[in-house]
């Protein structure tokens, strides 16, 4: 498609949705993974949380992040001793988060999942470990010194809905796979969420990275399938939210709304590993070097779209992602995908009718 024909063809909100997907991403920026998988109780449990654990270790190596940046936590390490650094007690997983703070960087992405049983009481939940737990206010207060990373927290154990408002805020996604705690029962959530984020299909916009956003989408629509398959009552709702009003939503789209202001936005651009400048062709980094000093461009005309006139806003925006998409059409040409593309706008859509468990759903699913 020639440049003239696609500038005829876009509109406004396709313009938006090329703003998001030249939304920049630091390419020296490191992402770390924390997972924490509590008490399993019965050995069905123990198991799956075990294996949910690991292949979430897996995906994230898959991804590209380093073997250092990875740790992981379980009630039984010495069934992977190999692979899984210690038992998930209280006092571990601080010494964990303290150490992820530690070699983490500002700008760093920081993934925590937690997987296993959840409770709540008296307007405390909790993830169930083995020994004392950790509250949802203790979790909120170990990630204040996080401050300058994204931070993605995500809470897939039952009643995990109570931990949304304690640890929502700024430049973090957090997801939970109830929208509150009275969710109580297990949840098949974790285990779909681990699915989706080792999956090739869950990658909506084909930009050879899974967003957060696409992966709880993903999950979303599988969990959903399992209840009907299954014919039971649905009981659990995940919610995330990246806005950092504490609220969630079930459907959060990758514009984060009309807006700009609702969930989702942030999602969109926080991957799990994902490629960086160091994956770039010599030949094609001076083009990929461009592009990004546009993106900068964007993101910083986004900010100050309040000060601009509507007028004066989308020429300029029109302008640079013209631009934009010349350079981007440089990388395909040359079989390289640009970091972020136009076909984001599908990121919120289901590529495939079956998900990744194929139209049965997913087979002997457990909390």
Do not use: C
Request: charged share 25%.
């Amino acid at each position: 498609m020639s440049i003239e024909r696609f500038s005829l063809r876009v509109s406004l909100r396709g313009l938006a949705l090329l703003l998001l997907a030249a939304l920049p991403t630091a390419a020296s920026a490191e992402s770390h993974l924390l997972v924490i998988a509590g008490l399993g109780g019965d050995p069905q449990y123990v198991d799956a949380f075990h294996e949910q654990a690991l292949a979430l270790a897996d995906a994230a190596r898959s991804s590209g992040i380093p073997e250092q940046n990875i740790a992981v936590l379980t009630e039984e390490p010495e069934r992977a001793s190999d692979r899984i650094d210690a038992r998930s007690t209280r006092e571990n997983v601080l010494a964990q988060i303290s150490a992820l703070t530690d070699r983490s960087a500002e700008g760093d992405q920081v993934w925590m999942v937690l997987i296993g049983h959840g409770s709540s009481s008296g307007g405390v939940s909790k993830l169930n470990l083995p020994g004392p737990d950790l509250s949802d206010d203790d979790y909120a207060a170990a990630l204040v010194p996080l401050l300058g990373r994204k931070v993605v927290f995500v809470n897939a154990s039952s009643a995990s809905g109570g931990f949304l408002p304690k640890v929502a805020g700024s430049d973090r996604v957090v997801v939970t796979a109830t929208r509150s705690p009275g969710e109580r029962n297990e949840t098949v959530f974790g285990k779909l969420f681990v699915e989706a984020l080792g999956s090739d299909r869950t990658d909506a916009d084909r930009d050879g990275r899974i967003s957060v956003l696409e992966a709880f989408l993903a999950a979303n629509r599988e969990v959903e399938r399992y209840y009907e398959n299954e014919q039971l009552l649905r009981t659990e709702h995940a919610v995330l939210d990246d806005n950092g009003d504490g609220q969630g939503s079930m459907q959060p789209e990758a514009l984060g709304g009309e807006d700009g202001s609702s969930d989702g936005l942030l999602a969109a651009r926080v991957f799990l590993g994902g490629r960086t400048e160091r994956d770039v062709p010599e030949e094609l980094r001076g083009v990929a070097a461009r592009r990004a000093e546009l993106a900068a461009q964007l993101d910083e005309l986004r900010r100050q779209k309040a000060t601009l006139s509507e007028e004066v806003y989308n020429q300029e925006l029109q302008r640079l992602l013209l631009e934009i998409a010349r350079l981007d059409a440089q990388l395909r040409e040359q079989g390289e995908p640009p970091t972020g593309s136009e076909g984001n706008e599908s990121a919120g859509a289901e590529s495939d009718p079956d998900g990744p468990d194929g139209p049965d759903g997913p087979p002997g699913v457990l909390g």
